[in-house]
């Protein structure tokens, strides 16, 4: 995290789930609480500490950011239709950002190098790297110059695939459009 407050530049691909930086605090909390089963005061304090994060992206001095989500990540939705949709009205309100930049990897872009690996790279100011990988069950910090620029090519490849930005902005209002016309199963 305190690479995370540096860094000046921060490039961010997601599988899975919505970035934590990106995140409602109702998503974030129907997230953390899979980890925290029960555990309301842990969960709470988790959420609490994941949304004074997100104060990186509105500080004066916020680094340029670049998410890469994974389409899998906005076609799960959260069980609740209401909070769902105003967490992609979140991502759109954060994609008109001057410092941010949000495209969409489709499924049509096929397999690739970062396939269930969630990855972030952050450029620090002393002109050093450090990059974050993270699976569903295990997350590595990267600082071995090497290594940094193998995942910075990964990340460079990956986004060769994405949609433009606004073409992204365009499949987030459609998934938003999908999800107020149509029910979702009950799955109780």
């Known amino acids: 995290m305190e690479l995370e407050r540096q860094a000046t530049v921060r490039y961010e691909y997601a599988v899975g789930a919505i970035p934590g930086l990106l995140q409602t605090k109702e998503y974030a909390r129907d997230v953390l609480a899979l980890s925290f089963p029960g555990e309301e005061q842990g969960l709470e304090e988790q959420v609490a500490a994941r949304m004074g994060r997100q104060s990186l992206l509105r500080d004066e001095d916020a680094p340029h950011f670049r998410a890469v989500l994974d389409e899998s990540v ?4 959260m069980r609740d239709e209401a909070a769902w949709t105003r967490q992609l009205k979140h991502l759109l309100t954060i994609a008109e950002q001057p410092k941010v930049t949000l495209q969409v990897l489709p499924f049509s872009a096929g397999l690739h190098h970062l396939m269930g690996t969630s990855l972030t790279i952050l450029w620090l100011p002393d002109g050093r790297s450090a990059a974050y990988t993270e699976t569903n ?9 090497a290594e940094v620029e193998r995942l910075k ?3 460079d490849l990956l986004r060769d695939f994405t949609l ?4 992204s902005v365009n499949v987030i209002q459609k998934v938003m459009e999908d999800n107020a016309s149509c029910d979702s199963p009950d799955l109780t």
């Open 74 to 77: 906005l076609r799960r939705p």
């Open 137 to 145: 069950v295990n997350g590595e910090l990267f600082e071995e110059p």
């Open 153 to 155: 090519l990964s990340y």
């Open 164 to 167: 433009s930005p606004r073409k």
